[in-house]
Nanobody
Framework: QVQLVESGGGSVQAGGSLRLSCAAS????????MGWFRQAPGKGREGVAV????????YVADSVKGRFTTSQDNAKKTLYLQMNSLKPEDTAMYYC???????????????????WGQGTQVSVSS
């Protein structure tokens, strides 16, 4: 069973930075893709960034492009989300997700992923 555990959330002022981590366990299939979604109060869950393994590139949402970067340490099975120049509108619960890359679309949707972490809160004050 795939398990995902996020860490690194917190409260920062606008313009600050945070780095989220997602430790994965329970799978050895390198064809798994991993990514980040977020959900603000009263809103739907939206894709932030996804890494398509085996040279498939990276998806980054327009709303965070140029500010957020995702990376992966395959040896540690850990996914990272470096968030710079944070804005109040980035405030949300951030979730890590994983599934077979063959199930993940070019513009990823929450329904593309079966495995989710518990989430970590990011709060940005103005």
């Amino acid at each position: 069973q795939v398990q995902l555990v996020e860490s690194g959330g917190g409260s920062v002022q606008a313009g600050g930075s945070l780095r989220l981590s997602c430790a994965a366990s329970g799978y050895t299939n390198i064809r798994y893709c991993m990514g980040w979604f977020r959900q603000a109060p009263g809103k739907g869950r939206e894709g932030v960034a996804v890494i398509y393994t085996a040279g498939g590139g990276t998806y980054v949402a327009d709303s965070v492009k140029g500010r957020f970067t995702t990376s992966q340490d395959n040896a540690k099975k850990t996914l990272y989300l470096q968030m710079n120049s944070l804005k109040p509108e980035d405030t949300a619960m951030y979730y890590c997700a994983a599934d077979l890359c063959s199930l993940v679309r070019a513009v990823p949707a929450p329904s593309d992923f079966r495995y989710w972490g518990q989430g970590t809160q990011v709060s940005v004050s103005s």
